[in-house]
C-alpha cells in the first residue's frame, strides 16, 4: 500500500519554474531585494488586499521582527495560547516578552476571549493570537479588548493565508441578523496592528521556506525591510541590531509560480475537505472543525477530534492503525506547547484545560490538493473501520 502523508508541498511543473529563474541565471542577482521579490511583493499586496508587506525569510522571523519592534515595554507579558505551534511562543519569549497562556474556544481552537480579559495586568503589552487551523479568532472581541487596555495585537495568520472575513457594511461584525447582501469581504491580512505569515513548503502558499510581515501601515513594513538586512538603511547607514532574514530569488521565483495556481489549489483543497466532511460527519464519536460562515477559508488543515468513549479508540489508538495502513495523520497540536521540555517547569499546561483536552483528542488526517479520491477513501474507509 502506497504510503500516504499528511501534506503534500504544492509545486509548479518545472518547465514553469525553470522559466521563473531563467532571468536569474541571467542577472546572478540572487538575494538582497532582486526582481523576483520585489514582482512577489507587489502581487502579494494585491492578493492579500494590503498596503504593507514584508517579506522574510521564514514566518517565524516574521513573528520575531515585528515583535521585536512594535515598540513594547520589554519583559512585559504577552497574552497567546498553548494551542499553536512553539514557534509562535518561542518568538515571544525570545523577544524578551513573558508569554501568559489563555485557554482555547473549544470549536475554533482559537484564543477564548471570555477568558483574555480576566489575564490583563498592568504589565500586558500585547495580544498574539493564532488563527488555527484558518479558523479565524474572534477578532472583533480581540480588538475591543485591545482598545480597552491600549494594548497591541499581533495575528500570527501562518494557517490563515488568502483568508477573509465578512463584515457588515458599517464594518460591524457578521452576526446570524446580518443581510448576507449587504457584507463587504476583508481581507484576513488587515488584522490587528500586524499580522505574519509563513510561506513554509508545507503551507497552502509557499516559497519552499518564507513568511511576510503584514500591517495596514506601510511604514512599518518598510521598516521591517531594513530589519530584515542587519538593519542596514544604506551602506553607510545601519540603525538597527538585527538579523539576517531575508527571502532569496530562488524562494520568490517559486512563490510567483504557486501563486499563479493557488485559486485552483484552494478549489480542490475545497473538494477534499467536503468529502472528507460528507464522509466522515455521522461518525460515532468524531467531531469535525466547525465551517465559519463568514469566512473565506483556505481550507489549510483537516483536523478531527475523537471522543474515545464513543469512538472506541482513542486519538492515540486510531493514530497508530492509520500508520499501519501507511495513513501519516499528525498530532497537530500535540503536546501543547506548556508541555515542551522547554516550557514544562516554568508553565502548567492543567491551567488551559480545554486546550489540554483538546490536544490530546485531535488528530489532523491528510489534506492537500492533489489528494486523489483513491487515496482519500482508503482514510476515510480506515476511520469509519470500513477496511
Ligand atoms: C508554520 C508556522 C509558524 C512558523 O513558520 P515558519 O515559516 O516555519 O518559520 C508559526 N506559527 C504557526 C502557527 C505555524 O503553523
Not at 538575494?31 to 494590503?50: D, F, P, R, V, W
Not at 509557499?206 to 542596514?232: M, P, Q, W, Y
Not at 465551517?291 to 469512538?311: C, D, G, L, M, T
Not at 506547547?337 to 483528542?361: F, G, H, M, W
Request: aromatic share 10%; proline share 4%; glycine share 4%.
Amino acid at each position: 500500500m502506497d504510503k500516504i502523508w499528511v501534506t503534500r508541498s504544492s509545486m509548479p511543473q518545472l518547465t514553469e519554474y525553470i522559466e521563473e529563474i531563467a532571468p536569474i541565471f541571467e542577472s546572478h542577482w540572487l538575494s538582497n531585494a532582486g526582481a523576483k521579490h520585489e514582482e512577489l511583493t507587489l502581487q502579494l499586496k494585491k492578493y492579500l488586499g494590503i498596503k504593507g508587506l514584508s517579506l522574510v525569510v521564514n514566518g517565524h522571523e516574521a513573528l520575531e521582527l515585528a515583535l521585536q519592534n512594535l515598540n513594547l515595554p520589554k519583559g512585559g507579558e504577552i497574552i497567546t495560547t498553548p494551542y499553536t505551534f512553539h514557534s509562535t511562543t518561542h518568538a515571544i519569549v525570545r523577544s524578551g516578552f513573558t508569554p501568559v497562556f489563555c485557554d482555547i474556544d473549544p470549536d475554533t481552537c482559537t484564543i477564548n476571549t471570555n477568558q483574555l480579559e480576566t489575564l490583563i495586568t498592568p504589565k500586558t503589552v500585547a495580544i498574539v493570537p493564532v488563527h488555527v487551523y484558518g479558523n479565524i479568532c474572534n477578532n472583533a472581541e480581540i480588538q475591543a479588548i485591545a482598545d480597552r487596555y491600549g494594548i497591541k495585537v499581533l495575528y500570527d495568520a501562518a494557517h490563515a493565508f488568502g483568508e477573509k472575513i465578512a463584515y457588515e457594511i458599517s464594518g460591524r461584525p457578521i452576526t446570524n441578523q446580518s443581510n448576507e447582501k449587504n457584507v463587504i469581504w476583508k481581507s484576513v491580512a488587515e488584522l490587528g496592528d500586524v499580522s505574519c505569515f509563513s510561506f513554509h513548503a508545507t503551507k497552502v502558499f509557499h516559497t519552499i521556506e518564507g513568511g511576510a510581515v503584514c500591517c495596514k501601515d506601510s511604514n512599518f513594513t518598510d521598516k521591517i525591510a531594513v530589519l530584515r538586512d542587519f538593519g542596514i538603511v544604506n551602506p553607510d547607514t545601519v540603525t538597527d541590531i538585527s538579523p539576517n532574514a531575508k527571502m532569496n530569488e530562488f524562494s520568490a521565483a517559486m512563490g510567483l509560480c504557486n501563486l499563479r495556481h493557488l485559486a485552483e489549489e484552494i478549489s480542490k483543497r475545497k473538494c477534499v475537505d467536503n468529502r472528507y466532511r460528507k464522509s466522515l460527519i455521522d461518525v460515532n464519536g468524531i467531531r469535525l472543525n466547525p465551517i465559519q460562515k463568514h469566512v473565506q477559508s483556505n481550507y489549510a488543515y483537516f483536523p478531527i477530534f475523537i471522543e474515545k468513549e464513543k469512538y472506541g479508540e482513542s486519538r492515540d489508538e486510531l493514530f497508530k492503525r492509520l500508520y499501519s495502513l501507511n495513513i501519516f495523520a499528525r498530532k497537530y497540536f500535540y503536546p501543547l506547547v506548556t508541555d515542551l521540555d522547554c516550557y514544562k517547569n516554568d508553565y502548567d499546561s492543567e491551567a488551559t484545560p480545554i486546550a489540554k483536552r483538546i490536544s490530546q483528542e485531535v488528530l489532523t488526517i491528510p489534506m492537500y490538493a492533489d489528494l486523489s479520491e483513491e487515496d482519500q477513501h482508503r482514510v476515510i474507509s480506515a476511520i469509519r473501520r470500513d477496511i
